[in-house]
């Protein structure tokens, strides 16, 4: 089963949460057992699975991040000034696949599935695909 | 078909090598071709992919890392003191999946399957989801 | 299904984007929707998805890899002098997964999966896994 919905970002750098939503999705399904995959078809964003409880968590992971890849001295900077963004997003990779069990995402206790977009504000777009073990 | 099992590390950062667990869960089931999804529910651990013959290359990841996300800077630090393991742990992300033929992994001769523990010594989970192709 | 390739790296350091290899697979299977598992059976290799519209980028990201992962300080470098490598593969990861619908990869428009090549020349394998949703 695939679905798609939208978030839109408010800042350049940003990670949302989408576990509710993904979580709605699952328990909507007939889903018992199986893995869900968590996309993002864009070039600047990304998939991360980390703590959210602790919301400085996202932060101090965005602050990581931006000291390892300084802006504005790329060369794909002269085509539209975000190649930071680019390196960010390939680092952390557009997916996450993720177990599911009795109908339930095993997400642990502190993880969180967030949306990181390097390239923001913009719309971005998240395919979910869930399969079944048989 | 799904399986956990549970390791446990002895030192803040360790690499632990699971392949051989997840070698005879794939033995036991009946799946001959496939994916195998290796997943931690946790936000201070990661699975990678790598080689362990020579022991030293796990050694050598887990040095790169610390000199790229230092200790003790972290606004998470003030809670728990783990703001690096998070950071780590989102970097290389909580799973990693391979491919099953003939019933087994297609691991490459020098790829092993490890739990990166860098909040350690705990015990973690590691889950183990078997999907066929069909 | 499962279906392997062959590449050829020509230096050190190279990104090679196999995303009409892989579509073709994909449209010679029958597969409408689903998943598709993209490995590199390599320690040395990776697999990333990122632009390469303008292939800059993917100079940018090797850039910034070679930044972070200084080479010739490694422990492993007293075996074969590719700890660097190494550890760069571990960063990307040997694989990603890609949502399939309507018979095609769900790809963004900016996005192309290479197989990144850390210790070439070589000759890489690249293992292309389908899995139909139910």
Redesign the interface.
Known sequence: ??STFNISSSNKTEMIDVTSKIEEIIAKSNIK???C?V?????TAAV????NY?P??L???Q??LSS??AEGK???DS?DNN?AA??K???????????I?EGKL??????NICVADFDGPRER?V?V??????
Chains 1, 2, 3 share one sequence.
Not at 39 to 43: F, N, R, W
Not at 48 to 51: D, G, S
């Open positions: 089963m695939l057992e199986g893995l995959n996309y993002v078809p864009h070039a991360i699975i980390n703590e602790d400085n968590i932060l101090d992971i602050d990581a390892l890849i790329w060369r794909h085509v190649g680019h390196i997003a390939s680092i952390l990779g557009p997916s996450e696949t993720i177990p069990n095993l997400l642990g206790q502190w993880q777009k395919i695909t869930l399969i079944k073990t048989s």
